[in-house]
């Protein structure tokens, strides 16, 4: 394991690095994040009661920004139209500095097309871990993201096992992740295995088996990756 620095069409990350998801209290708590050990910052849109807050987290706050308006089939709390639900991630994309969006989303291609920004482009699967995780990540990439993030659920040691395997043999910018309660030790040891980017929480958890900044925090720390 090796710290290194992600280039992400001129935005530069140290990886691993942390990001502090964000959601209905986003605005109240984002400035908090930094000081828990945070390294960028998720508002969660989806979680919000006016999406247009981001505008005022971007002028508070110092780390970069990833807007993610999560589709309900992924786990999100987005009711609307897709065409508006595209249409509010476009809007963000202004104060943003990454734009999340579903591999599987109808309107990927669309907003792929008008965001400057770099897209990072996700999979969520809360009952399990694909056979085709890899071809995930290739289509993934294919589609035209800066960066891939994986989030599957393992059942068994064998499994949170084949996941970091993945880490080691594909060679594209990843952050997976393991939810659930087998899955939750990943969170802190897939960045050792390679992954760019892992997910925590502030004031409370926005996917299964979440855990704190400040424990990934002190996590990485204890193991030499921060």
């Known amino acids: 394991m090796c710290l290194r620095e992600l280039d992400l069409n001129g935005l530069r990350i140290k990886t691993p690095a942390i990001v502090a998801s964000l959601g209905a209290d986003a605005e109240r708590v984002a400035s908090r994040a930094e000081s828990e050990g945070a390294d960028i910052i998720e508002v969660r849109l989806d979680l919000l009661a006016d999406p247009d807050v981001i505008r005022d987290i971007r002028s508070t706050v110092s780390l970069p920004l990833i807007a993610t308006n999560r589709i309900a089939s992924e786990g999100g709390s987005f ?99 393991g939810m659930g309660a087998v899955g939750r030790h990943l969170r802190a040891v897939a960045p050792l295995y390679g992954s760019l980017l892992t997910y925590g929480y502030v004031t409370g958890p926005t996917a299964p088996g979440q855990m704190s900044v400040r424990e990934l925090d002190t996590a990485l720390r204890c193991l030499g990756a921060r």
Not at 79 to 108: T, V, Y
Not at 145 to 163: F, G, R, W, Y
């Open 79 to 177: 009711r609307g139209s897709e065409e508006r639900r595209i249409s509010i991630l476009r809007d963000a994309s202004r104060f943003s500095d990454i734009i999340d969006i579903e591999l599987m989303a109808p309107g990927r291609d669309m907003l792929l097309k008008n965001i400057s920004c770099p897209a990072l482009i996700s999979y969520h699967d809360f009952s399990g871990v694909p056979d085709n995780l890899k071809s995930i990540i290739e289509d993934a990439m294919r589609a035209g993201a800066d960066l891939v993030k994986i989030a599957v659920t393992p059942h068994s040691m064998q499994e949170a096992l084949a996941i970091l395997r993945i880490l080691l043999d594909v060679d594209c910018p990843l952050c997976i992740i």
